[in-house]
C-alpha cells in the first residue's frame, strides 16, 4: 500500500511563508501525477497544483505567482512552497498521487497537513 506522508503544516501571519512537503513510500516516477489538494472549512476540496511525471506544473489562478511546487526524486518527496500567504489560504492540506498499472487507476492521499493563516 503505497502511503503519503505531509509535513510542514502550522500558523503564519499573513504576507508569511511556509513549506509543506510530501514524502511517498516508493519512487515518485511511478505515479503519473502528483498534486496538492486543500479543504476549507465548510468548502469543497481544491486543486492548489499538480506536477506531472514529465515534470509540467499547473496551478490554480488564486497562487499563481506565490506558490511553488517540485520534487526532489532521490528523496521521493514533492514540496509546496507557499510565499505570501493570506487568510484565504487557510485550509488542511493534502497530498495526491495517481498512477495508472495493470490498466487501472490507483489513487493516494495524505492525510493532510494544516495551514492557518492570521490576518
Known amino acids: 500500500q503505497v502511503q503519503l506522508g505531509e509535513s510542514g503544516g502550522g500558523l503564519v501571519q499573513a504576507g508569511g511563508s511556509l513549506r509543506l512537503s510530501c514524502a511517498a513510500s516508493?519512487?515518485?516516477?511511478?505515479?503519473?501525477?502528483m498534486a496538492w489538494y486543500r479543504q476549507a472549512p465548510g468548502k469543497q476540496r481544491e486543486l492548489v497544483a499538480e506536477?506531472?511525471?514529465?515534470?509540467?506544473?499547473n496551478y490554480t489562478n488564486s497562487v499563481k505567482g506565490r506558490f511553488t511546487l517540485s520534487r526532489d526524486n532521490a528523496k521521493n518527496t514533492v514540496y509546496l512552497q507557499m510565499d505570501s500567504l493570506q487568510p484565504e489560504d487557510t485550509a488542511v492540506y493534502y497530498c495526491?498521487?495517481?498512477?495508472?498499472?495493470?490498466?487501472?487507476?490507483?489513487?493516494?492521499w495524505g492525510q493532510g497537513t494544516q495551514v492557518t493563516v492570521s490576518s
Open positions: 495526491y498521487a495517481a498512477e495508472v498499472k495493470n490498466w487501472g487507476l490507483y489513487e493516494y
Open positions: 516508493k519512487s515518485i516516477f511511478s505515479f503519473n501525477t
Open positions: 506536477i506531472t511525471s514529465a515534470g509540467s506544473t
